[in-house]
């Protein structure tokens, strides 16, 4: 016998926008019509969202991902992982965030990625031949994406023909590729080769009107992570790495009306220049957004809507019967004030509410 949970009085972000009060059912992992309900939840006064994606986030553990849970970040859209048998078990983990993952990701030979204390010597490409070796090797893992560092130039990293070759090895499987990308330099290369989503927003200057669009002529999507570049410059303050030029990029882009997606680059690596918190910096990273020029409702769709959209996830970032049963109940409304986000008063991941 199954259990119907019913959220009642409830105002439902759409993506444009609030619905009128209603009831929200949910039975086993989905949600329902409505109906008779067992277990009924007061939501007067608060407003129901999907629940939040981070569209470039790390993983370490399981920790990570009860830390996503917490805050209501019920997906994380994992950018690097290794070994295989540990981004298995982490796909597996129950009441908790899920994840996707690119696994390994791709990068040139002398890069500081390459320099990471046990990065696999399968994600080192160095030419063309090799980029769609590595491209096989990921679909042989179940990647969902493959990720591309486009940060440095040869004998560091990837030449052109290189990255361009594998964006046309992914794209030949249907497979989406999102690029490292925090220079100008490093977009360029990027939008040349035509990846699917830039991630990061460039600390050396703001970018330039013919590559912003280029950009927008090829529907490229950006998940800029304002946290970490504001992180990022911080630590690295007089050496010209600037947050302002991260952030009026991010204008630029919302200008030019290029999809926006909410991430954080959220990590638990010891020693990295910057870690932002899981779960706690995805709220963080909404404020940066509305600060960059989004309005709320926008800066809440591409944490959920956009961010299912981008990347397939049919089955949540919308609150209708038949999708995954993944809520952030708040107390408030954030579609006029984003920091109403953080007033949660209820999460649910696949239909089990998360204590």
Known sequence: MTTVTA??????????????PQRVCIEETRIVADGTADVVVDGAGKVLLPGLIDSHMHTLGRDDLANLARWGVTTGLDMAAW??????EMRAQAGVAQILSATTPAVGPGGNHAKMPGFPADGI????REAHAFVERRIADGADYIKVVTEAAPPQGMDQKTVNAIVEAAHEHDLLVVAHSVTTGAFRVAVEAGVDISTHAPLDAVLDDDTVQRMRDAGTVSSPTLTMMRGIATVRA????????ARDTVTKFHEAGIRLLVGTDANSVPGVPFAPRH????????GLMVDAGLTPVEALRGATTLTAKTFALDDRGTIEPGRRADLLLVDGDPTTDVSATRKIDGIWIAGKRVR
């Not at 007089?238 to 030029?245: F, L, M, N, Q």
């Open 7 to 20: 959220i009642d009085g409830v105002r439902v972000f759409t993506g444009d926008g609030l619905t009128e």
């Open 83 to 88: 070994p295989l048998p540990f981004v298995t």
């Open 125 to 128: 490409v160095t030419t063309p």
């Open 238 to 245: 007089g050496a010209g790495a600037t947050y302002e030029h």
């Open 279 to 286: 779960g706690e910096s995805m709220h963080d990273e909404l």
